[in-house]
């Protein structure tokens, strides 16, 4: 009697431990993923942090080497002057030598544009009063003499247009050496900024007796601007000591206007800003940009040489995390919560409730958690918009990308610019691998283009018009003329829809221009827009609608060219390939129709067999197995058929987002059939036989919530 007594002690006691331990251990790894979901929230946030630290860094190492390089630009061509001024003031430059010598300067520095030495009254010959000499680069890039007085320099500065500008000459004797506001030289044709300094009499009177001059071109510090990689909405831009635009991406603004007129678009703080720059600071300040409507960072550095300053603009977007990462990140937080969660609930259920109800909470909240993270990751998908890095919103941008195709032309190769501008008034989606489109092109061209040049446009993807594009105005616009068109057409497109039901289809409409043989750019005519934000749907009229499908984001963009196609020309094959300008329209599923169509169905298929399991039925002979069967072959035909309708809507190729479900059904049926073979043909087995089936009861939800979680992780987060 003592053993028989002894004995259940003994295995109550072994069940009791074994229950402690298994706490224990919940209880471990429910404080392992509170401290993951830290670590990892903590990770992310240092992630932030270092995102903008680089950028900040990075725009900081660009305007530190920018300002340096466009100094030396400037101080090069003040050490020209200097030094002409030094060697006429000494006499080792004879005035006979002045012409020579001025080409030879000229030739060894090709950012300068001319040097010109300008004498005083009688001081180059006492029979002649005035006299200069200019030495000066062609727009051709040929160096070139001009000498003699072409009007009289010595009369005081006026205000009449039509007077010669004298200031260069008067200011410069009457205060020493100086920088002047930036100017059009219409012989050049270019925008120059000019040293000027006094020079004294080799026979040591102590009075000016002339000036010099040292013509800097604004052009490669245009170049140096273009090259600077400031991310899809950055530019730069370099203003005088007086606030005027030495360089910007508008162009009508430089040598016009300042930083400082009122309808400049910059606020106090930054004028502020600009006016301590160019006393000598280096700053950086927030500031929302009136070219693009975006909030920026701008940063300024002085350019002590000339008394200049040197600004970088920087979209806020540049200083965060890619969407990707910050998809996945979230998502690793929301998972080590979310396991976190259902370790604390199945320690609760433990501890409170009993061996039937606690299991069944703990597929009940883990089924619930799964469903929560598959809504959170559809929500982050659709908030964290990933804006095309090539949209263009500013003519900064457009001006960024000419300028770095201008770098790989010939100097003797011109380049027609052609603004475009595109207004959807239809769209139309005839099948899944194309789309029909209706609205208006517009061109301009402006007078300095030839007549010779073609007017007109190719769309590359066209498939076949609905009807001939169709001219049907033209009108003067400034210095040229505006040519509208009308358009409706077939367009060739190509999507993934991987993601179905939340995929999108970007229509992208390549537009080339009809002169083929000489160089002619088309850039989008962003003027003609009055908001440029994506997300406002520039050139889509507000009346374009296409049944299931709402519009996100619309944008231009110059794309490099293929280069492939030449035509058989050999003036194309000679020059670099141009940029294609590309207009795209992003639209996004309405995800109501799907769901209704082809998850509900599905959902309630799963909901179907787990009443099966629920059911409890006794399946004892052969003719009760045939029944399962013919239950679950029905549903198989079912689901069969939605997914044969789901394939052929969107034409998918391989498998798309939703047809994760119809393949876990086709799993989930046949794992309810093999389990009621099991029950037919081998009734003790214990996954079966434990408390009527209750093993795949509890096992069901968990599992085929657990698959679709794996399907969107792998869909949506991690794809490669």
């Not at 273009?226 to 162009?251: C, E, K, S, W």
């Not at 597929?363 to 263009?392: H, K, M, N, V, Y």
């Not at 399962?628 to 190729?653: E, G, K, Q, W």
């Amino acid at each position: 009697m003592p053993h028989s007594e002894e004995f259940p002690v003994t295995t109550t006691t072994a069940s009791s431990t074994s229950r402690v331990t298994g706490r224990r251990a919940l209880a471990g790894s429910f404080v392992a993923l509170l401290l993951l979901t830290a670590l990892l929230t903590v990770l992310h946030l240092q992630r932030r942090t270092a995102a903008a630290m680089d950028t900040t860094a990075l725009a900081r190492q660009s305007l530190s080497e920018s300002a340096a390089s466009i100094d030396a630009a400037f101080a090069t061509a003040q050490d020209l002057g200097d030094a002409l001024a030094e060697d006429l003031t000494s006499g080792a430059l004879p005035f006979d030598q002045i012409p020579q010598r001025l080409r030879a300067d000229l030739e060894g520095a090709p950012n300068v544009n001319g040097l010109a030495v300008t004498f005083a009254p009688f001081v180059y010959d006492p029979a002649q009063r005035l006299f200069q000499v200019y030495v000066y680069r062609t727009p051709e890039g040929r160096i070139e003499e001009l000498i003699g007085a072409t009007y009289d320099y010595t009369q005081p500065p006026s205000d009449d247009p039509d007077a010669p500008k004298t200031a260069w000459y008067y200011d410069t004797i009457r205060s020493g050496a100086n920088w002047s506001d930036p100017f059009l030289a219409t012989g050049a044709g270019k925008v120059l900024i000019e040293y000027a300094r006094p020079f004294a009499h080799p026979d040591g009177r102590n009075e000016p007796a002339g000036v010099v001059t040292s013509d800097l071109s604004l052009q490669e510090v245009r170049n140096l601007l273009a090259r600077l990689d400031l991310g899809a909405q950055g530019y730069g831009f370099v203003i005088g000591r007086n606030g005027v635009f030495l360089d910007y991406p508008d162009r009508t603004r430089v040598a016009r206007s300042t930083m400082f007129d009122e309808d400049s678009g910059f606020d106090p703080e930054v004028q502020d800003a600009a006016r301590r720059s160019l006393a000598g600071e280096t700053l950086e300040l927030d500031h929302r940009d009136s070219l693009t409507g975006r909030d920026t960072r701008l940063f300024f550095a002085p350019l002590p040489t000339s008394g200049s300053a040197l600004a970088l603009v920087i979209d806020e977007a540049e200083f965060q995390l890619p969407a990707g990462q910050i998809l996945r990140d979230v998502t690793g937080i929301a998972l080590a919560a979310a396991g976190a969660l259902v370790l604390g609930l199945a320690l609760f259920s433990a501890t409170r409730l009993g061996p039937v109800a606690g299991p069944w909470f703990i597929t009940l909240a883990f089924t619930a958690t799964c469903l929560a993270l598959i809504g959170l990751i559809w929500q982050l998908d659709s908030r964290l918009i990933r804006e095309a890095a090539s949209a263009l919103t500013s003519q900064a941008a457009v001006e960024r990308v000419l300028e770095r195709y201008r770098r790989e032309l010939d100097p003797e190769d011109q380049l027609f610019v052609v603004p475009t501008g595109v207004q959807l008034t239809a769209v139309q989606f005839p099948d899944a691998t194309s789309v029909t489109v209706g609205g208006f092109v517009w061109q301009f061209y402006s007078n300095s283009i030839p007549e010779e040049v073609s007017r007109g446009f190719n769309l590359s993807q066209e498939l076949g018009e609905l009807m001939p594009v169709e001219e049907v105005a033209r009108a003067p616009r400034g210095d040229g003329e505006v040519i509208v068109w009308r358009v409706n057409t077939t367009l060739q497109q190509s999507w993934n829809p991987v993601k179905f039901p939340f995929d999108e289809r970007a229509i992208h409409l390549r537009l080339l221009p009809a002169e083929v043989e000489r160089n002619v750019v088309l850039t989008p005519d962003l003027e003609s827009y009055v908001l440029l934000r994506p997300g406002a749907l520039p050139g889509v009229d507000e009346g374009v609608q296409i049944t299931n499908w709402h519009f996100e984001r619309s944008y231009f963009s110059l794309i490099p060219s293929d280069g492939n196609a030449t035509l058989g020309l050999t003036t194309r094959a000679e020059r670099a390939a141009p940029p294609v300008l590309e207009f795209s329209l992003v639209a996004r599923r309405n995800v109501v129709g799907p769901f209704i169509a082809y998850v509900l169905p599905g959902m309630v298929t799963l909901g179907l067999v787990f009443a099966f399991l629920l059911s409890d039925r006794q399946l004892t002979d052969t003719q009760d197995l045939v029944s399962a069967l013919s239950y679950t072959a029905a549903l198989f035909f079912v689901i069969a058929l939605v997914h044969t309708t789901l394939r052929d809507s969107v034409a998918a190729v391989g498998i798309t987002y939703l047809e994760h479900l119809y393949l876990l059904l086709y799993i989930v049926i046949l794992l309810v059939t093999m389990i009621a073979f099991l029950i037919v043909h081998v009734p003790g087995m214990i996954f079966v036989s434990y408390q009527h089936n209750f093993l795949p009861k509890l096992i069901f939800w968990p599992l085929c919530m657990g698959a679709l979680l794996l399907s969107t992780l792998v869909i949506f987060v991690y794809a490669p």
